[in-house]
Structures are given as C-alpha cells and as structure tokens.
C-alpha cells in the first residue's frame, strides 16, 4: 500500500479503480515555414472550433455546476480574443518563420509563466487558463479536439492536473473523486469539484509512472489522505463511512428545498457561516437560504501584504454570482486579537480581545477600510450582497462608517465604475452594543449577533483560556437577555436580527429562538439541515 498526502478540494470519502489521465500523445515540433499567412489563417479556424467547443462546454456546465462556476468558460473565450496574447502569436510566426502550433505553445507557455510569477493569487489562477485555452488551440491544430472523458464504469481520477474543460467534459456520474498531482485548492477545477460533490485532493506528491489504470484506491477528501491498493482495513473503514456520507445525502435529499417553518407557520431563515469562496460548495450542499457570515479577514490572514482591491472584488463578485441572488453578508476586515497578520504590525497588547482590532482598525486607517468598501461596493453589482461591521460600541461609530461609505461611493462615481447601494448592518457583540441597540436600531439596516464575543465580553472571560472552560457558560441568563433585547429592540424600527457566532448552532436553545423572534441563524454548513429538522418538528 502506498500513503500520500495532499490538499483536501473538496471533503468526501471514495473508494474504486484509478483511471489515469495521459498527457497528450503529441509531439510540438518547431518547423521552419515559408507562408506565416497560411499558418495564421489555420489559427483563425483552430479558434473559432475552439469557441464553439467553449460554448459547449459553458452550456453543459451551466445545467451541471450553475452559471456562476460556469463563467470560467466565457473568461475563456474572451482570453481566445485578447490582443495581446493573438499579437504576441502572430509576431512569433512572422518574426520566427515557425508552425502554428510552436507559436501558440511558446506563446502560451511564457504567458502562462508570467501569471504563475505574480504575487496575486487571482493572478496565479489565470496561467492554468492560459495554458488551458494554448492547449485546446494546439489540440485543434494537430485535429485532435477534446478526448473523450466519459468512462464506463465508476473511476476515481488520478492525473498530474486537471484543466476546468477536461472536468466539465465528464460524466460525473460515473466520477467517483479526482486526484492531482499539482493545482490548488483555489483553483477552477477544485470549484467546480466542490460543486459537482464531487472528493478532490490536489497537490499530491504521486508519481504517476509507477500507477497503472485498474488499480484500487481509497480518496479521504476529509483528511487529503490517498491510498493506493489500500489494506482491507482501509478499504473497510472506507466503506463504512461512505455508507455514513450516504445516509447524510439521503438526509439532505428529503429536506432539500423544504422550508424553515415550524408547524405553526413561524418562519426564520438559515444560512451558513463560511471563511472563504472555497467554502461555497458547502453551503450549497447543505441547501443554506443565504451566507450570513462571510469572514473576510481570511484574505488578510497568511499573506505577506494587504489583498488588493482587485483580490477582494474578484473573491466578493464569485461568492455573489455562486449564491445566484441568495443573500451573501460579508463581514468587513475583523482582525486582531486571534486573528493576526505581521505585516500590518498591531504589535503586542497585555490584553488583545480588548485592544486595537476590527473596527477600530478600519477607522483609524481608513485608507485600508475604504479599499475593502470599494471591492465590496463593485461586487455587489454581481448578486445580494450585503455589509456587517463587527466590534461596534457607539452610534457615533456608525456615523463615521457611514461617512466613509459616502465618500468611497462618491469616488466610484466620479470614477464611473459600476457600484451598487447594499444594506448595511452591525454586529452585535459588545454588551456597550447590546445596550444601546435601541438607539444604534435608528441607523442601521439589520443587526446579527456575534454571540462568542457577546458571551466573552459579558462573562469577563477569555474564551481562548482553557482554565475558565468550567466558568464559560454560553447559556448564561445574561446572555440569552441581551439577545432577546436586541431582537426586539430591532423589531420596533422594523430591522431584522440574526445570531451568527456558535450559540446560532446550539440545538439545545433553537426552539427559544424561535420564540424569542430571532430572525436569522447563520451557522456552519453541516449544521443547517441539523436545525432545519429541529425547526420542522417544532410545535
């Protein structure tokens, strides 16, 4: 048996025979040429098979994946029509005296290098379209269009990479995982894995010369574990827990769709808590009504420098367009305390959960607020977004937030860029907060409680202090008063009020908030259909 560990894409367990993936059997040659307009006019047919073949591919991931994942494949065609890359092409022909399909590889591979240099992420992301369309140009010149990706029985994918074409040309029905010896969690192909439900494990130390196709394996899409002819006792913990996986599908199947009223009628929405776009897939799976909770902190977080406007916009626009009109609440940048990042040198403080952090950050440096304002603003063009800042203690903060706003939407005005006006809200997670929410209910459009915080900041206890655990009570009377008078203090300006911190999780006290008129509970994806059921069967 062989054990290899790579990145989870995607969580799942999967158990079958391997079925490799080849490289292409052809060879790019460069041969000398004497008519470089014969050789682009060849090109000029290649691409327009190749825009067809998009097409497809965009109208078959649309009915699959949805036609925000599906979006890959107009970014593709468009790529197939930029100047720079078609001149950079034909200037290796004409310059070079050399064959199509040498100009296009060449040309393909250093762009493709140039986007894998940046620092940008996005940017990154954009050398696997680049070779991916050179490779479908090159494909087509040769006359080998697509290969076939169907298979007769169900395989488990194992490949050095996969482009997002050559996932959305298979039959899923018959894919039981994929598994990549490079690409990254972020990438085309590992959305769309996530939203075909699909295991997925990338970045896969495997040598693909030493597997055969046929030979058994085991895919922990929970742990990014691979095992290669796997012992019984591993293929027998693998089958019981995909028999696990599968009561839980069978769970969702049955509550899919079904609406969040108790049996009186009494409605409250459930969305999903999520820290990145990559967590999506998640809540798509388990059928939330909206995110409620999106942490944008964690695009600040492991980097060595502030994300660009560009970064955020791109990451807000994919969560907006994946939701497809649901409700996405992004938090504004709430770091500090726990969450830290070098290069914004906080600095050391006796007492960080009280310290220099979220808001206060964002208002005394507006420079990086209104960076995140402006992605957050041209996002929202693309779908329901709507904006949540964390740590607030007073009205007066509010106001400055709104100024700030104005101007930052005063500034995409004058600059012409598409914007659009959002509901805005606060969080709740400050007794100074809780108490004030009647007056701070005047200015804002809805609340939604940080409940960790809220309990943290109540109790005069670090929740991060293991020798308090026998004091932390998140159940505490105080608590659960502060909540019900936030919940009404909203409901008398005609706002709404959702819990987002663990306590919306807690099956133990969903039926009281339900009767306390809680609005919204946004917790982790698998636990939504967990507090559908509960919902459901209330009285």
Partial sequence: MECLKGKSAYAGMALGKIALLDEA???????????????????????????????????KAVKEVGEASAAIFEVHQMMLDDDDYNEAIENTIRTQMVNAEYAVAT??????????????????????????????????L??????????????????????PSQTVQMDKDNILAFVTVHGSTNSHTAIL????????????????????????????????????????EIR?????????EKEKQELLQTLKGK????????????YANIGSVSDIGYVLANDAGGIGLFRSEFLYIGKDELPSEEEQFTAYKQAAQMMAGKKVIIRTLDIGADKQADYLNLGKEDNPALGYRAIRICLTQPEIFKTQLRALYRAAVYGNISIMYPMIISADEVLQIKKISEEVKEELKKDEIPYKDVEEGIMIETPAAAMISDELAKLVDFFSIGTNDLTQYTLAIDRQNQKLDTFFNPHHEAILRFIKMVVDNAHKEGKW???CGELGADPELTEQFVKMGVDELSVAPSMVLKLRKIIRDMD
């Avoid at 040769?142 to 482009?163: Q, T, Y």
């Avoid at 027998?236 to 696990?244: H, L, M, P, V």
């Avoid at 609406?259 to 459930?270: L, M, Q, R, W």
């Fill in 107 to 140: 040309v393909g591979d250093n762009f493709s290098e140039v986007f894998a240099s940046m620092d940008d992420d996005y940017m990154k992301a954009r050398a696997a379209d680049v070779k991916d369309i050179s490779e479908r140009l090159v494909k087509n």
């Fill in 236 to 244: 027998e913990k693998a089958a019981a827990k995909i028999n696990e």
């Fill in 193 to 232: 894995a996530r939203m075909m439900n699909i295991p997925a494990i990338v970045s896969v130390p495997a040598d693909l010369d030493k597997l055969s196709n046929g030979m058994e394996a085991v895919v922990d899409g929970f742990t990014g574990m691979v095992y290669f002819e796997p012992t019984e």
């Fill in 497 to 499: 009020a959702g819990i």
């Fill in 25 to 59: 059997d052809y060879v790019i040659k460069r041969v000398k040429i004497d008519n470089p307009e014969y050789e682009l006019g060849r090109i000029e047919t290649a691409k327009k098979a190749a825009q067809a073949q998009l097409q497809a591919l965009y109208d």
């Fill in 259 to 270: 609406d969040n009223v108790t049996k009186s009628g009494k409605k409250i929405n459930i």
């Fill in 142 to 163: 040769f006359g080998n269009a697509d290969s076939n990706m169907n298979f007769n029985e169900p395989v488990i994918i194992v490949a050095d990479d996969l482009s």
